[in-house]
């Protein structure tokens, strides 16, 4: 009952959704297995920025770069490259709206594994609509309409300098009708130019602008032949790049705690403000190999206590832009000046796309700058050809895993991952693509031999601290590691506590349940004594306990008989006038029961109530009491009880009060049948 209760208030409180509203949560199911394993952000989850390092847009539509200079109201980060937090305007957005719909419902969402960001929206209609689209304002910008597309140029004026820019987007129809049962697919793209003028340059722009309008033009031709289905494998790909190097961690139900969507949040806020030179199709090979020999230089990066750290400046909550891209400036400040700045070079770059009606901003990505984030995070960094993993202990109440690490060049990739077993002790399972090496804390044991096939390495903590997993290319070289690790003791890491495993858990420490389940149980309970007590009072009410099953009448009946032979043989006892037991005599020959039985006999003038009460607690007190104090006291008349009985047997020689009640035990088993177990009364009746 209380939980249909229950179930009923949640469901009149959930409401009936709209069928625009139905629509959205159908198409949503889509996209249910990356919610599960957090690839995918919804609703207040998901991240309302994309960019490529180069060019980003905001949740207010509005396109945003960062200046080559340096401005008063422009903040800086890492040698003196800027996170996209310079505002230009410029809305590139399309923006759609339907004429006769009934209702609507969208949702927002993120692929942080695929660098996506969509808007979903649902009208309901009974006909065929006409769709109206409009793209944002763009202020001060000048606008040339060239064929189907649109030219919109700009200069910026800089410090010392200028910088002039070129986007030429998709011409926009006014309107554009759908049909019953069709479906029309609509797509935008915008090509974005710009070049930084100096000082002598910054006097006359038309020449740069002039000329930064041809190379959109030109830029727009090609990719507006290009199959759309190529240019997003080409985006698909570069994020698979990304992917291989891979940060996990387990969900927890505790509260204010670090969660895997936030991480994968924080990482594509990251990305998309940070560019990726060795992708990009233009870029000059002698500086992309300038960069792969700088990523390569990545000694010491992370060399500080884990990020995982929560909470702190480094997984701070967002309301609007300024926050995210504080954050994000934070982020490339820390992993700058803890020993990443030369992988950090490398950046992340990408070609920009934007397609309307669900806005798409592909973009491409390098892995490197994954690289330092995921060293970040697992508290690893490269030392003389081998990894370190200094995660504190307090860092493993809950599994976590990372992967694609390269060790030394071209040899293999590590992947490492913390498990807990029963006993809530804490240890490594560690694999690789080639041969690699491993060992513990203080690398006591021989190094282990790594593969694919995941090997299990106990945590060892020492004293003083140090890392707590070594990966090498070389056995050699941990054999030589160990000599140089000097530590005055080394011990198992310890269990967990209980309480802290079932609160990640389950949310709660009370026996791994969560309080609201106890408060369910404890009214439960309530509800079923309250359901108890009522049963047993109507029952007591009712005077007669006599079971209506067969079965049961036939078990009541041989206990009962049990029950009367135990009477039986205590009466006769009194009959012969041998001792009773004090605690028996003294309760059932007490003066109050003598007093309660005479004076009602009195005052109803028959032994009705008293001889026919039907035999339970009181039933069987009374009248065991009777049969005593009248063989002990003579208290009552002896021929008047014996009359009474005798009116009381039926034709069928049996006894009962009424001539309704069944004289067998089956049925009634009355104070009648109590005082013929008494052999006195009995023979006296014959």
């Known amino acids: 009952m209380v939980v249909f209760v229950l179930y009923y208030l949640a469901f009149i409180s959930s409401g009936e959704r709209s069928r625009a509203e139905q629509c959205v949560g159908k198409l949503l199911e889509n996209w249910k297995d990356g919610v599960l394993d957090k690839s995918v952000g919804i609703g207040s989850s998901s991240v309302s920025f994309i960019g490529n390092g180069h060019i980003g847009v905001d949740v207010n539509g509005e396109l945003r770069g960062h200046e080559v200079a340096s401005r008063c109201h422009f903040r800086l980060s890492f040698n003196g490259s800027g996170i996209l937090n310079y505002g230009t305007r410029f809305k590139p957005l399309v923006y759609a709206e339907y004429e006769g719909s009934d209702s609507s419902a969208d949702a927002t969402l993120t692929e942080f594994a695929t660098g996506r960001l969509g808007n979903i929206k649902c009208y309901s209609m009974k006909t065929s609509v006409t769709l109206k689209m409009h793209r944002g304002e763009s202020k001060n910008w000048k606008m040339n309409k060239t064929g189907d597309a649109v030219v919109y140029t700009k200069t910026f004026p800089l410090h010392i300098s200028s910088l002039s820019s070129a986007i030429m987007c998709s011409n926009i129809p006014r309107e554009y009708i759908v049909s019953q049962q069709k479906e029309e697919t609509i797509r935008f793209i915008c090509i974005i130019e710009q070049r930084e003028l100096h000082s002598n340059m910054a006097i006359d722009t038309l020449p740069a602008v002039n000329e930064l309008t041809r190379k959109v033009i030109a830029g727009f031709g090609r990719i507006s032949k290009e199959l759309p289905r190529l240019i997003d494998n080409e985006h698909i790909t570069a994020w698979k790049k990304l992917n291989t190097v891979t940060f996990y961690l387990s969900s927890s139900k505790a509260p204010n705690v670090l969660s895997g969507d936030k991480i994968n949040a924080t990482r594509y806020i990251l990305l998309s403000n940070t560019k990726a030179p060795l992708l990009e199709e233009y870029f000059p090979e002698d500086k992309k190999k300038s960069l792969e020999l700088s990523y390569r230089r990545n000694e010491r990066c992370y060399s500080e206590h884990s990020t995982l750290l929560y909470p702190s400046k480094l997984w701070q909550d967002w309301t609007n832009i300024n926050d995210l891209l504080h954050m994000a400036e934070i982020w490339l400040l820390t992993l700058d000046k803890r020993g990443c700045s030369s992988m950090l070079k490398s950046g992340a770059t990408g070609l920009a796309q934007v397609s309307s009606c669900i806005f798409l901003l592909f973009f491409e990505v390098d892995f490197i700058f994954c690289q330092a984030f995921t060293l970040s995070l697992s508290g690893a960094s490269y030392h003389d050809s081998h990894l370190e993993v200094s995660l504190s202990l307090s860092d493993l109440h809950r599994e976590l895993a990372f992967g694609g690490l390269p060790i030394g060049i071209d040899v293999g990739e590590a992947n490492a991952r913390v498990r807990i077993d029963k006993d809530n002790t804490p240890f490594f399972e560690v694999s690789s693509t080639r041969t690699l090496y491993a060992c513990g804390g203080g690398c006591l044991g021989e190094p282990l031999t790594l593969g694919k096939t995941p090997a299990k390495i106990p945590i060892k903590i020492t004293k003083p601290e140090t890392s707590i997993l070594y990966i090498a290319t070389d056995r050699k070289h941990l054999e030589q590691l160990r000599s140089t690790i000097h530590v005055s003791e080394v011990l ?35 509800t079923f004594h309250a359901f108890l007590a009522k049963l047993l009072w109507s029952e007591w009410r009712k005077g007669d306990m006599t079971p209506y099953n067969p079965y049961l009448r036939n078990s009541f009946s041989t206990c009962y008989s049990v029950i009367l032979q135990s009477f039986a043989g205590f009466l006769d006892i009194a009959r012969k006038d041998i001792d009773v037991p004090k605690t028996a005599a003294n309760v059932l020959l007490a003066e109050r029961h003598l007093k309660f039985i005479t004076n009602y006999e009195k005052n109803k003038g028959s032994y009705d109530y008293i001889m026919s009460e039907p035999l339970r607690l009181s039933g069987i007190y009374w009248c065991v009491a009777a049969v005593f104090i009248q063989n002990e006291q003579n208290a009552f008349n002896r021929d ?46 014959l």
Request: hydrophobic share 50%; proline share 4%.
């Open 492 to 526: 198992a890491a310890p269990s967990h506590e209980n309480d802290l495993m079932a609160l990640h858990k389950h949310g709660a420490t009370l026996g791994g349940l969560p309080t609201w389940l106890w408060f369910f149980l404890v009214v439960l309970l309530i």
């Open 640 to 685: 008047e009880i014996i009359q009474y009985i005798r009116e009381c047997q039926l034709s069928d020689g049996g006894f009962a009060p009424a001539a309704c009640h069944d004289s067998h035990l089956l049925h009634t088993l009355s104070a009648i049948q109590v005082f013929l177990c008494s052999f006195v009364i009995y023979f006296s009746i």
